[in-house]
């Protein structure tokens, strides 16, 4: 007899049986991994907490889970609908192990809830999951300049977390002030400014510097769109600076500089 059916996964629902199925995968009669003994069907008066009716599925494969001889895991071709969608399973034809008596004989059906994970909800500051450790680069509303390059402790005082919108930016001004060819395990990475910057004032040498810088920012994986110019400062012509503006996956960064360091 059927017992219970329920989703464990986003396309798995598993069946519970009062006695051991016979499941032995070789396909011959009483075979219990055949699929076609199995059916699934949606309910399209149940809505899911998405708003719309239980989505059709298909079963796909089936497997014994394994140290429980009377449940089977039926898995389906696609996800269910999240909570709030209704299921029916179908089965008919199991055997039970030792073939003295036919599970359901007229077949067994049982109705189950669909799950789906959630999604979290996007945020400017924490939507994507690199994370780095919170080391400034460069001095910044409540970083002193005195702390550079050094890691900065959370409240519990463990190391504290960029991620983010942060943790682009500190990324980019990685990429943008790092010399080109000095990490061995990532080739090309770095723009490597400091061999040109007794030319900066040329302007075909700042816009291939740009297209550089440009082509660098692209490479992080949140980069949608990226335009960067190279500027000279008005307060000290010797001074040059990235001007960035990106759209990214995390959010719009505008106006965002990071001085060319020429040493």
């Known amino acids: 007899m059927l017992l219970t059916a329920e989703a464990i996964r986003e396309n798995v629902v598993r069946l519970s049986f009062d006695h051991d199925v016979y499941f032995s995968r070789w396909h011959d009669p009483a075979d219990g991994s055949f699929i076609n003994r199995y059916s699934i069907a949606a309910d399209p008066t149940a809505i899911g907490i998405d708003g719309l009716p239980s989505r059709p599925v298909a079963v796909a494969d089936v497997k014994k889970v394994a140290g429980f001889a009377n449940q089977v895991d039926v898995w389906t071709d696609r996800k269910f609908s999240p909570t709030g969608s209704r299921y029916t399973v179908t089965v008919t034809g199991l055997r039970s192990v030792d073939m003295t008596l036919r599970v359901n004989p007229a077949g067994a ?155």
Request: charged share 25%; proline share 7%.
């Open 109 to 263: 059906t049982m109705t189950f809830e669909g799950v789906q994970q959630g999604v979290p909800l996007r945020t400017v500051d924490g939507t994507i999951g690199n994370r780095d450790f919170a080391n400034p680069q460069m001095p910044g509303p409540g970083i002193a300049a005195t702390s550079l390059g050094q890691f900065i402790p959370d409240d519990l005082g463990d190391y504290a977390i960029d991620q983010g919108l942060v943790s682009y930016k500190k990324r980019v001004f990685r990429r943008l002030t790092s010399k080109k060819g000095q990490f061995r395990h990532l080739p090309g990475y770095g723009v490597g400014v400091p061999s040109f910057s007794k030319q900066l004032a040329r302007a075909n040498l700042t816009g291939s510097i740009a297209a550089d810088a440009e082509d660098q920012i692209r490479q992080e994986p949140e980069t949608i769109s990226v335009e960067v110019a190279l500027r000279q400062s008005d307060e000290d012509p010797s001074l040059f600076y990235y001007r960035i503006n990106a759209r990214t996956t995390l959010g719009v960064v505008s106006d965002y500089e990071v001085p060319v360091p020429t040493r």
